[in-house]
Every structure is written in structure tokens, then in C-alpha cells.
């Protein structure tokens, strides 16, 4: 696998003001990585992996929400990859997140995998900080980032689903804490902010995925509302609600949820829209436990004194 793993490094292109860019070669073809011009290697940097929509493109969802022009300004790695294209049909690209979505041929497609393995690339190649890697996905990449968060949550510290959701099965909470914030529209006629099915298999709704996330957290009180947000250009005012469940939660760990009401399955966006999703992100970060003490045979050392 090291030789599919092989860098090809290219000269840096300016992808905003004074971001550069890189191709590297993850496994399944070169992706952009977008690197934040004050990057040291002395420095650790926060992760942000960007999951496209079915039929999207990395490369297309970056320039919906506009990541990469922002890179500097937060000083964070940016990563969007291209999910695997459909063999027939549509010849759609995909992730593989959970039954509903969106993986309609190629079952044995492991997406999971693919995708931390960038994250653990992303870490031998540069001084990515490990208590800041998060991802962001828009429909199907919404639904991959929650089964990203559950799968390995020991090493994701928060995500972000636009207009996706969580799985409907029934499931033992994951082993860690994990951060989530889910922003929907009410008027998303694709993955409805009520929940549904596609094909036959459900997906549960924007509230229930929160909650879902917010028991798992192991938050003991009912959601709190916040101040309203405008996160859609199209629409007047601070249009959309929020609720966050962030009371008695497991350290590291909440739930929140965005409405957009009157809110479309690909809204547009406002100016400030990809801001307020970073520095959400930067005030979650992944916590761990505080000590564990070793003793080794009749070997006992004080580790601590006070």
C-alpha cells in the first residue's frame, strides 16, 4: 500500500490570497490539499476533511462553500476528496456511509478506510494537530461524516452535515464523545428535514439525528435554543434557529442543530456561511481523558507529586 501511497508533489498554485496547493496521492488518484501559508512544521495545524454530495466532486464542493479561500484566515489544511463513480447507470460518484446513503451498486466500496487514511497521511506528512480533526459533508458527505464520527471516535473531534443525516439503525453509543453540529433546511425536498427513506431504507430526521448524537453524548437536559444565525444569502434576516444540546454531555461531546427555515437541500449560502462552521469547529476540539498511571511490577514511581 505504501506504493499507491506515493506523493506526487506539485508546485504550489495559489488557491486564494495566499494559500498554496498540493496533489497528493492518497490511493485512488491525486486529491487536492489545500496548505495554509503560515504553516510551520513546529506548529501543530487543524484538519479539515470536505465530503462532497452524490454526483459531486471535491473540487465542486469547495467551490459551493469556499473552504479553501478561508484556509489562511484560519489556519487549517483543507482535504476534499472524490468518492468512487458508479459503474452503471448514472455513473454517479458516492460514499459509502449507510444504507440509505448512498451506495446503490458498490457494496463492497470501504470508504471509512479510504478516508482515514488520508487523515493518517495528512499526520506522517505534516504537524497536523490530532485534538483538531474535523469533517464537513454536504448530503451523502453529511450522512459519511457521521459514520466517520462513529467509527472512529478516538481520533475525530467534531462534524459537520449539511442537508445529511445519521443512520436508523439502533446502536450501542461509540467508544468517545464526538462534537456534531447538523444544519438542514425544512424545505430540503432530497433528504427531508423530517426524515425519510431512499429506496426503501430509512434515514432519520434532522432533530432525531441531534438527539440521537445528544444521548450518545450522554447530555442529561432537553436542547436549549440559541441566537439565530444567517446562514442563507437568499432569505431575509437571521433566518435560522438553533439548538444545542451541551448540558451534562460526556467532555468532549454536544450536539447541536441548525435550522434554516425555508431552507433548500443546496441553499445559498451566505457570505459568512463557511466562517461560522470553522470557528464552530475550533470550539470543539477533541478531549481526552485526563491521566492514566502505569505501574510496572515493584517498580511503583511517584508520576505525579502535588
Known amino acids: 500500500m505504501k506504493k499507491q501511497y506515493l506523493t506526487t508533489f506539485l508546485l504550489c498554485t495559489l488557491l ?5 496547493s498540493q496533489g497528493i496521492d492518497f490511493g485512488r488518484g491525486e486529491v487536492t490539499v489545500t496548505v495554509p501559508s503560515s504553516y510551520s512544521s513546529a506548529e501543530k495545524t487543524p484538519l479539515i476533511i470536505l465530503l462532497h454530495g452524490y454526483g459531486s466532486n471535491g473540487e465542486r464542493q469547495d467551490s459551493y462553500l469556499g473552504f479553501s479561500r478561508i484556509a489562511d484566515k484560519y489556519n487549517f489544511f483543507l482535504v476534499a476528496p472524490t468518492g468512487t463513480r458508479e459503474s452503471s447507470g448514472r455513473q454517479a460518484t458516492f460514499w459509502n456511509a449507510t444504507s440509505a446513503c ?7 466500496i470501504d470508504d471509512n478506510a479510504y478516508i482515514m487514511g488520508i487523515i493518517e497521511r495528512m499526520k506522517e506528512e505534516y504537524n497536523i ?23 472512529n471516535s478516538e481520533s475525530i473531534a ?6 445529511g443525516a445519521s443512520h436508523a439503525d439502533e446502536r450501542a453509543a461509540p467508544k468517545n464523545p464526538v462534537h ?7 424545505d430540503d425536498s432530497t433528504i427531508r428535514y423530517e426524515g425519510g427513506d431512499i429506496q426503501g431504507n430509512d434515514y432519520p430526521g434532522a432533530k ?3 438527539i440521537q448524537w445528544a444521548e450518545y453524548n450522554q447530555c442529561t437536559d432537553e436542547g436549549v435554543e440559541r441566537e439565530l444565525r444567517d446562514l442563507e444569502s437568499s432569505l431575509e434576516g437571521h433566518e435560522s434557529s438553533v439548538l444545542l444540546y451541551n448540558n451534562g454531555c ?19 449560502v451566505s457570505e459568512s456561511f463557511s466562517s461560522q ?15 492514566i498511571l502505569y505501574i510496572c511490577g515493584d517498580d511503583l514511581r511517584r508520576i505525579f507529586e502535588f
Not at 158 to 163: E, K, N, P
Request: aromatic share 12%.
Open 16 to 20: 486564494s490570497a495566499n494559500s498554496l
Open 102 to 108: 448512498c451506495n446503490f451498486q458498490e457494496p463492497s
Open 129 to 151: 494537530d490530532s485534538n483538531r480533526v474535523y469533517v464537513v459533508g454536504h448530503s451523502n458527505g453529511g450522512f459519511m461524516s457521521y459514520q466517520l464520527a462513529y467509527n
Open 158 to 163: 467534531a462534524i459537520v452535515s449539511l442537508a
Open 180 to 186: 456534531v453540529l447538523q444544519i438542514h433546511g425544512t
Open 208 to 210: 432525531e439525528s441531534v
Open 250 to 268: 460526556q467532555e468532549g461531546g454536544s450536539s447541536e442543530l441548525w435550522t434554516i427555515s425555508e431552507g433548500s437541500h443546496v441553499p445559498r
Open 277 to 291: 462552521v470553522v470557528e464552530w469547529l475550533y470550539d470543539h476540539p477533541k478531549v481526552y481523558n485526563s491521566f
